[in-house]
């Protein structure tokens, strides 16, 4: 069974056994979580989309708080001796998914 759900305003298809990074979810590794906002799903030759999906995914956390790269933002006027230099790393949760039902 394949489904598309929203997670923190983003989109990720899933499967159940998938393990994948999201943003960060408040939760300590071990605990379970369920999204309920599922757009899609598939299963087999059924496809059912919008507002008919009454699915819900739960899945595991694995690792509750992953960095993600180093992003830096660099602003420069020539001539004038304005640099501006801001970074920042994005927090991310790894989960598993153990069903959709």
Known sequence: ???????AGQQFTVKAGDS????HIAGKAGDSVEFSEVLFTSNGGSVISGADVKAVV?????????KGDKVIAFKMKRRKGF???????????QIKVTGIA
Not at 58 to 66: G, M, Y
């Open 83 to 93: 640099r501006k230099k801001h970074g920042h790393r994005t927090h991310y949760t």
């Open 58 to 66: 739960t899945a595991e956390i694995v690792n509750d708080l992953v």
């Open 20 to 23: 994948l990074y999201v943003p």
């Open 1 to 7: 069974m394949l489904a598309v759900v929203k997670i």
